[in-house]
């Protein structure tokens, strides 16, 4: 049974009622079917209250819980085989990012993901998820030998962020996401991104330059995680639930902005109520899009994943408002040009 | 919600330019440079030496402060003049607006803010120059404009002008000075990094040189994306270079970084950077890099500099 949170007691209290109704029913041989039926009624509209309508803050509840299944979680779900290979062959091996070789529905893939512990010592082992430089370039290495050998390329992000002390600073962590970025935007092959739980910031962006990317339902994708936004607007960490509803990252808000192409339906309550069941729609959505991208020429891939980017950002122009819209509007385009 | 300002009719609002764009040099919207104004005060203190300054005395001096040498931040527009031939500059894309797309808290207030603040419609600048008798195309954060953050904006007009380069066939030098992605445009923000970083992925296959200037301050998302990504990484002396700000390092896990970390110095120390350039000889260095990057000057050529 998950670690309840907050928000799903109300469910989980009502729950224990109707299994006690029940119990004592059996056992006394009194006819409650109507108390619990009533009951049972009850919980069913609750829930869909609770899971229907999830509240921003609520997600990354989700998206952070302890239970949520890790890479390691969805591995044999996904994967016919997996081969691990370790090391940036610069410094070290990070084990916030893990990657290798892997079989999926019979087609050699590169895998990259992000890992959290599921324990405080895994954990410590993990950092938290959050990559150090050496991370991110073995995670380049191993995606310049999936061009090198035409693989294409699985990423699955879940991080709070990128590592964020004196040592990733000392050894460069901007460059080593940039390059990420820079590399992955050249590639000839596929590239699926999938934010598996967090997406944080540019250490989860880092693995987020795909030809699709995918979002499970109740995971955020976000430019700063929402307790240092509320400190930033607010002066007040504690106001991270208002800043999760302003900073607009859950899957819905992104693949309305162009970010991500598709929501990966999760069991309800969250991936890790049913983590086999999560794991088996991500491999359907997962193959869907791949077949589809490996029917696509090199150039194609690249070409498409270079309009995907270039896509991404919302602003207004008055030159092209002129062109396209009427003649009327031009009197806007005289306050504009403060410049001169 | 925001998809409400697909309906609003006062202006057109473009959620992308169709790419591949293949922008002809004559297309490029250009708008002629202004002097900036001096700022109020007949003098300053400088911040680490102490010694007071004339501003007048500063301004001859580049901003920088004549007894230590201590670098004053500047704007993109007079680091603009210090660099560029006299009259060869020509600014793209000032006409670009900011949306408010997720209609974040105080973020119309703030763009106002920072409109006025800057003098400027956005915290970029970009166009095409000469320095040193050699074109180039140029990009500058504006510090003063919410620290310099990227949004949509500065994305955007950062690869136009990477675009236009490999059209134009010319090198590309960026001026950072920034706190990172933009966070009153969300996952947009975040987005700019990759689309910036893009472009600069097809300048390299163009086989164009990009310089990237760092200077005071140099954070977060724009670290992470195209100021780390020139073929010759360059400083200005004291400037705070890094991924995670002190502050945040701090609270996050209570590591107080050494005195000195982050500096450009450090970055230097580290492998991080090439060059330490004070801003007096930034012109002159720059003018030099280009002139031995220029198409003809590799081996093989009969070009001699
Ligand atoms: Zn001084």
Known sequence: ?340 | MFKDIFRKTKYVTISSVPAPRRLAPEAAPETVMIRKELPDGLWVKCPKCGEVLFTKDLEKNAKVCTKCSYHFRISARERLELLVDEGTFAEWDNDLQTVDVLEFPGYSEKLAEAREKAQMPEGALTGRGVIEGVPVVLCFNEGAFMMGSMGSVVGEKFTRAIERAIDLRLPVIIFSTSGGARMQEGILSLYQMAKTSAALTRLAEAGLLYISVLTDPTFGGVTASYASLGDILIAEPGALIGFTGPRVIKQTIRQELPPGAQTAEFNQEHGLIDLVVERSQMRSLLGRLLRYHQEGAGYGSAVRI
């Not at chain 1, 598996?196 to 109740?218: F, I, K, P, R, W």
């Not at chain 1, 509803?245 to 069991?267: N, S």
């Not at chain 1, 309800?268 to 491999?283: F, M, N, S, T």
């Not at chain 1, 980017?309 to 009327?328: H, P």
Request: some cysteine.
């Open chain 1, 1 to 340: 049974m998950a670690q309840p949170l907050e928000f799903e007691k109300p469910l989980l209290e009502l729950e224990q009622k109707i299994l006690e109704l029940q119990k004592f029913s059996a056992e006394k041989g009194i006819d409650l079917s109507v108390e619990i039926t009533t009951l049972e009624h009850k919980a069913v509209v609750l829930k869909k209250n609770i899971y229907g309508r999830l509240q921003p803050w609520q997600k990354v509840q989700i998206a952070r819980h302890s239970e949520r299944p890790n890479f390691y979680d969805y591995v044999q779900l996904l994967f016919e085989d997996f081969i691990e290979m370790r090391g940036d062959r610069l410094f070290a091996d990070d084990r916030a990012i893990v990657g290798g070789v892997a079989l999926f529905k019979g087609v050699p893939v590169t895998v990259i993901a992000q890992v959290k512990g599921k324990d405080t010592k895994e954990n410590l082992q993990r950092n938290f998820g959050m990559p150090h430089p050496e991370g991110y370039r073995k995670a380049l290495r191993l995606m310049e030998q999936a061009e090198k050998f035409h693989r294409p390329i699985l990423t699955f992000i879940d991080t709070p962020g990128a590592a964020c002390d004196l040592a990733a600073e000392e050894r460069g962590q901007g460059e080593a996401i940039a390059r990420c970025l820079v590399a992955m935007a050249g590639y000839h092959v596929p590239i699926i991104s999938t934010v598996m739980g967090e997406g944080g910031s540019g250490g989860a962006l880092a693995l987020g330059v795909g030809n699709v990317v995918l979002m499970l339902e109740h995971t955020f994708y976000s430019v700063i995680a929402p307790e240092s936004c509320a400190s930033i607007l607010w002066k007040d960490p504690s106001k991270a639930q208002e800043a999760a509803t302003a900073l607009k990252f859950t899957a819905e808000d992104c693949l309305r902005l162009g970010v991500a192409d598709e929501i990966v339906k999760e069991p309800l309550g969250g991936a890790h109520k049913d983590a086999h069941r999560a794991g088996e729609e991500l491999a359907r959505v997962l193959e869907k899009h791949l077949s589809r991208l490996r029917g696509e020429a090199p150039e194609v891939l690249r070409q498409k994943r270079y309009d995907k980017l270039r896509a991404i950002g919302i602003f207004q122009e008055k030159q092209r408002l002129d062109q396209s819209v009427s003649e009327t509007l031009t009197n806007l385009d005289e306050d504009v040009k403060i410049t001169e």
